[in-house]
């Protein structure tokens, strides 16, 4: 519980923060929490992407039209590499996955998908046109071409060309903790490279949740992977009498131990989101062992009440909130490793 001191001291500092336009990262921890409509999403972008997503919870909107629109500012975006910007697989080709639910259980995901511009839109398609929840490859680019989207010229961006080429030098995949927050790219790999994932979940105003998630994949990944965020109850789930949950990081990992829906039941079992999170991360690093210090997991959950929460294998994770009281709020969780709260 908050007490009511607790409450003002930390309110103060958000608007303090936001008066200032000053980014400043605040501990989850100290938050007070419950308020609805809300929107919570991945990484530092999830700043800009959860005010696309307002627009729409603050005109009393459904909260999944807010988490289309909301990680659509992201694979719009060109200051990160969601989308078709993105950095390509190990043979040159970006390559899509998202993943949609809203409050009825209803859900569509594409996965490996190229060279459209909006994944979260074809996954919402699939999720409303057609009988099945996921559709892959060249039959997920098919029917998006159905439903009228343009296909894009396959063409590496300026930046991930630059990017793959010097990644062509050693050909070395291996996966980067906390890149999607790191400005400045690994000397070897170019100079862009510090983004590949978003996901986001959102409470309405009328006190329904969904959910949301889309990424290029990690870089130079195999032809054919697929990570977690396409796949319902890894990369994102949704139950809307109890919470939604989305993860970021190495996707396998996540994958193993069915993530987003395990945070959720440890919330139905009346774990906070922060705690349910952790639970799950706790699993992630068991199994892993010693091996788990070279990845990162993350999960954010935000429950039924308006309540959130995230926890991530290793520091340097951060999650973005925007609410009535706080319009860019960016929050720094504690870790499994190197706890920094
Ligand atoms: C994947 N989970 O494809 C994604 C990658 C990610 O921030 O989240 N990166 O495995």
Not at 47 to 69: F, M, T
Request: proline fraction near 3%.
């Amino acid at each position: 519980m908050y007490s009511r001191r607790k409450f003002i001291a930390s309110t103060t500092v958000a608007a303090a923060a936001l008066s200032t336009g000053f980014k400043r990262l605040i501990a989850a921890e100290k938050l007070p929490a419950g308020i609805k409509p809300i929107v919570i999403s991945t990484w530092d972008e999830g700043l800009n992407a959860n005010q696309g997503a307002w627009e729409i919870l603050n005109k009393g909107g459904r909260a999944l039209d807010a988490v289309e629109a909301g990680v659509m500012v992201t694979e719009n975006s060109q200051n990160c590499c969601v989308g078709l910007g993105a950095n390509p697989d190990r043979d040159g080709f970006v390559t899509l996955d998202a993943s949609i639910m809203d409050e009825n259980f209803n859900c569509g995901s594409v996965a490996a998908i190229e060279r459209i511009k909006h994944p979260i839109s074809v996954a919402r398609k699939v999720m409303e046109k057609t009988p099945h929840v996921m559709l892959v490859g060249q039959g997920a680019q098919q029917f998006a071409v159905s439903q009228g989207f343009k296909l894009e010229p396959l063409k590496l961006s300026d930046d991930a060309e630059k990017t793959y080429k010097n990644w062509l030098k050693t050909s070395e995949y291996k996966p980067i903790v906390n890149i999607e927050n790191q400005k400045a790219a690994p000397a070897k790999l170019g100079d862009k490279y510090n983004h590949d994932t978003i996901g986001m979940v959102a409470l309405d105003a009328n006190g329904n949740l969904s959910g949301s998630c889309t990424t290029s994949g990690m870089a130079f990944k195999m032809r054919g992977r697929l990570g977690d965020s396409p796949i319902i109850g890894a990369g994102l789930y949704v139950d809307n009498e109890v919470g939604a949950v989305t993860a970021t990081g190495q996707g396998e990992d996540v994958i193993r131990v069915a993530g987003s829906h395990s945070v959720v039941e440890f919330m139905r079992q009346g774990l906070s989101p922060r705690e349910a999170c952790k639970k799950v991360v706790e699993r992630v690093a068991k199994i892993k062992g010693a091996k788990a210090k070279d990845i990162q997991v993350a999960f954010i959950a935000l429950n039924k009440n308006g309540e959130h929460g995230a926890y991530a294998l290793q520091k340097g994770f951060t999650y973005s909130v925007c609410d009535k009281n706080n319009q860019k709020q960016l929050l720094k969780t504690s870790s499994y490793f190197d706890n920094e709260l």
